[in-house]
């Protein structure tokens, strides 16, 4: 039993002793109709290179982790470290460019702050000679202004008798 998903995948169902390639060249040798053709066998040819690659690629990562090293060659091993000494220059570069970015943000940041200290500090000034003026003009109106009143006195009479009157 062959099945294709909806997604394009391919599921096969049939006897352990038996596999699809196995299924299907029996099938042509019976009924006389082709099945694999020149553009079937290109697909099945790309496929196993591209499993090649992939294969190739993982063992060279696996290199570069530095894991599998011990049955290289010299070359490869120079190879390796090549490419690694490479890497590590890109990612310094990269690390410099970042560090003289923030660098660069931290410097006008610095400055914008400057600017807005001094700001503010115009604005105190100006606040508080503002606030001078009408500190004096209220001043000399509330003296103007200012009556004499009798002061209030008050009769405090305690709620207990005093206990040293007791004794």
Sequence with gaps: LVIFASSGKMHE???PSTNLIHMLDRYHKAS?????D???ENLSNEIDRIKKENDSMQIELRHLKGEDIT???YKELMNIEDGLGNGLTKVRD??????KMKQRNGEM???ENQQLGYVLHQQEMTAMNGNMREFENGFH?????FQPQMPLSFRVQPMQPNLHERI
């Design 141 to 145: 109106q509330k003296v103007r202004d």
């Design 32 to 36: 006389g109709k082709r099945l694999w």
């Design 71 to 73: 049955s290289s060659q």
């Design 109 to 111: 940041l610095e400055e």
């Design 13 to 15: 169902y049939c006897s």
């Design 94 to 99: 990269k690390q410099m460019e970042l560090f």
């Design 38 to 40: 020149a553009k079937h």
